[in-house]
């Protein structure tokens, strides 16, 4: 049991926290003194609060459990709670009204992100012990692009606050996450029950990095310029 938690703490750390920590690091680089130092600590730690939260909610509710109807009740509620909390970290009054309120909420997905996955983890290998180093590592790269993907929809987010329709954005990247649960969720099958073709899932694998990626690269494209520090 301690050596299963051990594994998983240290690629969770390896897979999510540190990859948000460097996304977060090129985002804002070059604009260290022009960004509120607190405010930058503050985006980081309350998604990892709050993911941590949503997580604990998913757990208990058994939305990630298979049943009778497979991973139905994880494609369909978790994007929802998901983009919830999404919507309640980049809407704080401590970021939406700041100028570089992209810069901040694009922190609080990505280490949203990475405090959900880190658990979701954790609790996976805590319930099947018995997964191969492969199975895990193709599972933690799911993760890893679901860490990608809530980076790029914290800063859509703040663009739809921004401009009065911060909720109908929100509702879109629910639905665009749901079926990158349903990616997720073939992995899943696969590493777990022996469903589906290897070679699909590495089709979804690819499918749900360029997702994200595209998400993430447009969401960074249209970052405000900031041209002088921000009190």
Same mark, same amino acid.
């Given at each position: 049991?301690?050596?299963?938690?051990?594994?998983?703490?240290?690629?969770?750390?390896?897979?999510?926290?540190?990859?948000?920590?460097?996304?977060?690091?090129?985002?804002?680089?070059?604009?260290?003194?022009?960004l509120v130092e607190r405010k930058l600590y503050l985006a980081?730690?309350?998604?990892?609060?709050?993911?941590?939260?949503?997580?604990?909610? +998913?757990?208990?509710?058994?939305?990630?459990?298979?049943?009778?109807?497979?991973?139905?009740? +994880?494609?369909?509620?978790?994007?929802?709670?998901? +983009? +919830?909390?999404?919507?309640?970290?980049?809407?704080?009054?401590?970021?939406?009204?700041?100028?570089?309120?992209?810069?901040?909420?694009?922190?609080?997905?990505?280490?949203?992100?990475?405090?959900?996955?880190?658990?979701?983890?954790?609790?996976?290998?805590?319930?099947?012990?018995?997964?191969?180093?492969?199975d895990v590592m193709l599972i933690t790269l799911f993760g890893?692009?679901?860490?990608?993907?809530?980076?790029?929809?914290?800063?859509?987010?703040a663009y739809g606050i921004k401009n009065g329709n911060g909720?109908?954005?929100?509702?879109?990247?629910?639905?665009?996450?749901?079926?990158?649960?349903?990616?997720?969720?073939?992995?899943?099958?696969?590493?777990?029950?022996?469903?589906?073709?290897?070679?699909?899932?590495?089709?979804?694998?690819?499918?749900?990095?360029?997702?994200?990626?595209?998400?993430?690269?447009?969401?960074?494209?249209?970052?405000?310029?900031?041209?002088?520090?921000?009190?």
């Amino acid at each position: 049991m301690d050596s299963v938690i051990f594994q998983a703490n240290v690629i969770g750390m390896l897979m999510y926290i540190i990859p948000a920590m460097l996304f977060f690091f090129y985002i804002i680089k070059g604009l260290e003194d022009k960004l509120v130092e607190r405010k930058l600590y503050l985006a980081c730690g309350i998604g990892v609060i709050l993911g941590s939260i949503a997580e604990i909610i +998913m757990f208990l509710s058994g939305t990630d459990l298979y049943t009778d109807v497979a991973y139905a009740s +994880m494609i369909l509620v978790t994007p929802f709670i998901v +983009m +919830m909390f999404m919507f309640i970290g980049v809407n704080l009054k401590t970021f939406k009204n700041e100028h570089a309120a992209p810069h901040y909420s694009a922190g609080y997905g990505l280490f949203f992100g990475g405090a959900i996955e880190f658990w979701k983890l954790l609790i996976t290998e805590d319930r099947y012990a018995d997964m191969s180093v492969g199975d895990v590592m193709l599972i933690t790269l799911f993760g890893l692009g679901t860490v990608i993907f809530l980076g790029g929809a914290g800063m859509w987010i703040a663009y739809g606050i921004k401009n009065g329709n911060g909720i109908r954005i929100t509702g879109r990247l629910a639905f665009l996450y749901l079926f990158l649960q349903y990616l997720y969720a073939s992995a899943l099958e696969h590493v777990l029950y022996g469903l589906h073709n290897f070679v699909l899932i590495i089709a979804c694998l690819i499918a749900f990095f360029v997702v994200s990626g595209a998400l993430f690269h447009q969401g960074y494209l249209k970052l405000p310029k900031i041209v002088k520090k921000i009190d």
